[in-house]
């Protein structure tokens, strides 16, 4: 089975820190995502990575950046965390976009930022 | 931009049948994903449909017309247990899924 493993189950920052948020998954998957849960709003596409050193702007980058160093490392950067950033987020990985190409989750990081 | 609507909250009773609608107007269509997700746990895949048609799977089945721009979940014989989020998204061509905003179903017994 695939496992994607997210760093922090829970997390509190105040606001204007620096927050990293870590994701590894071990099987190779090419593709790995970021994506933000809210109520009402559904999961929102931050950023997108589809190869190493490779990354792509989802739909709400504003405010995040990315870094794939490792094929099986994706990491989240909040460069001044804001109380709108308040959220869970979720990673994920999967293998190239062909057919049926479905994402494995990690169980995400619930952040709060004060 | 991309448009995929979903209801909010369904409610069903044990053993009965429900059907989770999906729509969407996307700027490009690859396939369409229905994902799982209990509370407080990750989205787990249930279904994928590329072309027009049911797809069936023990329980559960996923119907797709894209000419219409729709999509059902269907799942029979409900279980307590299937009291989750259902999430619809449609990969659009940009190497990522797009997502609606989910569909709380409650069985009640």
């Known amino acids: 089975d695939v496992k994607v493993t997210q760093s922090s189950r829970y997390l509190v920052k105040r606001t204007g820190e620096k927050v990293f948020l870590e994701c590894v998954q071990d099987?190779?998957?090419?593709?790995m995502f970021w994506y933000r849960q809210d109520p009402g709003l559904g999961l929102r596409l931050i950023y997108f990575?589809?190869?190493?050193?490779?990354?792509e702007k989802g739909d709400i980058p504003e405010g995040y950046s990315v870094s794939r160093e490792k094929k099986e490392r994706f990491s989240l950067i909040l460069e001044s965390a804001s109380t709108n950033q308040t959220s869970m987020y979720l990673c994920?990985?999967?293998?190239?976009?062909?057919?049926?190409?479905?994402?494995?989750f990690g169980s995400g990081t619930q952040l709060s930022v004060l | 931009g991309q448009n995929i609507d979903q209801p909010t909250e369904m409610t069903a009773t044990e053993g009965a049948i429900v059907q989770i609608n999906c729509t969407y107007q996307?700027?490009?269509?690859?396939?369409l994903f229905w994902y799982q997700q209990h509370a407080g746990e990750a989205p787990t895949f249930l279904s994928y449909?590329?072309?027009?048609g049911l797809e069936e799977k023990g329980r559960f089945s996923s119907f797709l017309s894209r000419s219409k721009g729709y999509s059902y979940l269907l799942l029979k014989e409900l279980q307590m247990k299937d009291s989750a989020s259902y999430l619809c998204?449609?990969?659009?061509?940009?190497?990522?899924?797009?997502f609606g905003s989910g569909t709380r179903l409650q069985v009640q017994p």
């Open positions: 990575s589809y190869d190493v050193k490779m990354k």
């Open positions: 996307t700027s490009g269509f690859n396939g």
């Open positions: 994920a990985s999967s293998l190239p976009f062909g057919a049926n190409e479905k994402l494995f």
């Open positions: 099987m190779d998957h090419e593709n």
């Open positions: 998204a449609v990969d659009t061509g940009r190497r990522a899924l797009t």
């Open positions: 449909n590329v072309l027009d």
